[in-house]
Nanobody
């Protein structure tokens, strides 16, 4: 089992920044690909980006150039730095862990945090 706890969400004005953290405990964190998802009210859970065991990172098109994912295996933590935030980025943000190679869908992730709310005001 891997337990994930997100933090760092909040209310920010459009154009602002937030950094989300996801702390992992349990099995060896470095063995898992980690992803960030978000879900707005009434919408499906959306893949934001992920970081592979190798360190390779991939993003959905809507956040490229604005969001940055990183991981610190020594701290068992993955981060999501969000810059130039837009009102449409408002959602509940989740981190997730997967033992697959390049997981991009919710079904491909085995472990989930409870989420942290990000609200961007216009």
């Amino acid at each position: 089992q891997v337990q994930l706890v997100e933090s760092g969400g909040g209310l920010v004005q459009a154009g602002g920044s937030l950094r989300l953290s996801c702390a992992a405990s349990g099995r060896t964190f470095s063995n898992y690909a980690m992803g960030w998802f978000r879900q707005a009210p009434g919408k499906e859970r959306e893949f934001v980006g992920g970081i592979r065991v190798s360190g390779a990172i991939y993003y959905t098109d809507s956040v490229k150039g604005r969001f940055t994912i990183s991981r610190d295996n020594a701290k068992n933590t993955v981060y999501l730095q969000m810059n130039s935030l837009k009102p449409e980025d408002t959602a509940l943000y989740f981190c997730a862990g997967s033992d697959l190679w390049i997981p991009t869908t919710p079904q491909q992730y085995k472990y989930w945090g409870q989420g942290t709310q990000v609200t961007v005001s216009s």
